[in-house]
């Protein structure tokens, strides 16, 4: 155990806020944290609960368990996988350890990517980390300040907390699979599991529920700049205009705050805009970097300041010329 007596229920250092969204609907959104926590949703049902995304590690699922706790007495009947990235399913296998019923639901395509690449990352990880680990220690030996000290110290911990897990991981795979759409139709609610195509991965899930006007989208919006490095940025944008033909009025994205209908526009047309300036410019023939200098420039004026609504973490600078490079890859 750890000695501190800052860690949330459970020792996981995860912190989340709950918003309420609609009835028996919330969002768990998470703090900004240097290894990274998805959102969850909570869709509490006649019979139980469903949750969407279960975090980088168990500790923070097993936060969300102790938090449902105090929202309700129900189970949790479904855990859903919006997609194989470590930071949305690496706390799975909490669930069916404190709810033996419970069953864990993604897309056949999502399913296939955890065992084809998660499992594989989640060893990448294990061997990785101790040499982030390092990096954080000699940083901190040579820190300039006690404000950057405080920051490296806080990021050294987790990191550290997240190589304890990550080495412990019982990696608990998605137990139904299912293609194209799946639907429940409980007493008081429908819950729609849908796929419109690739775009942060080539199986994103989203969450659609008609009645309450409400959609959980994964990775596919999230509040700052995506990443697309498992993504099909051509293919992005498409995938967003078939959600924007559903019916809703809020957004549960992958990270970040609830968002509404405008900005999902702003970030369609993003991912809509660096594909077109990245073919423009390779189209003349520039080389990677003429066309992440000039793309980012083009591109600046219009999205820098609504992709920093968080500040310096995960800053749109670092993130646009990512976005270039894999985008240039696929147009290539
Ligand atoms: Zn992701």
Request: aromatic share 8%; hydrophobic share 40%; charged share 25%.
């Amino acid at each position: 155990m750890d000695c501190c007596g800052h860690e949330g229920p459970g020792g996981g250092d995860a912190k989340f806020e709950i918003h309420k969204v609609a009835d028996g609907v919330w969002a768990a959104v998470a703090a900004p944290a240097f290894k990274v926590n998805c959102n969850t949703a909570i869709i509490e049902n006649s019979d139980g609960v469903m949750v969407v995304d279960t975090h980088s590690k168990p500790s923070a699922a097993r936060v969300i368990v102790d938090k449902l706790r105090d929202i309700t007495k129900k189970p949790v009947r479904y855990v859903v996988n919006t997609h194989f990235h470590w930071d949305h399913w690496h706390g799975n296998e909490v669930y069916p350890a404190a709810y033996p019923d419970a069953e864990i639901v993604t897309n056949q395509i999502t399913r296939e990517a955890m065992l084809m690449k998660g499992l594989k990352r989640i060893q990448d990880h294990v061997r990785q980390v101790p040499a982030e680990i390092a990096k954080l220690k000699a940083d901190l030996a040579a820190a300039a300040n006690a404000t950057q000290r405080a920051k490296l110290e806080t990021d050294l911990r987790l990191a550290e907390a997240y190589l304890a897990e990550v080495r412990a991981l019982k990696p608990a795979l998605p137990t139904i699979a299912f293609e194209g759409t799946m639907k429940l139709y409980r007493r008081d609610r429908e819950i729609h599991l849908l796929h419109l195509g690739r775009a942060h991965t080539a199986g994103d899930v989203f969450v659609y529920l008609p009645k309450e006007k409400v959609v959980i989208t994964g990775d596919a919006m999230i509040g700052w700049t995506p990443f697309m490095g498992d993504g099909y940025p051509e293919d992005w944008a498409g995938t967003l205009d078939r959600l924007a033909q559903l019916d809703f009025t809020h957004i549960i994205m992958g990270h970040g705050n609830v968002a509404g209908r405008e900005w999902l526009v702003t970030f369609r047309s993003y991912v809509h805009d660096v594909v077109e300036a990245v073919r423009q410019e390779a189209a003349t023939g520039a080389t990677l970097d003429e066309v992440k200098q000039r793309v980012s420039a083009k591109l600046a004026p219009r999205y820098e300041k609504p992709f920093s609504a968080y500040g310096d973490y995960r800053p749109w600078r670092t993130g646009v010329l990512a976005n270039i490079e894999r985008t240039f890859a696929m147009v290539s």
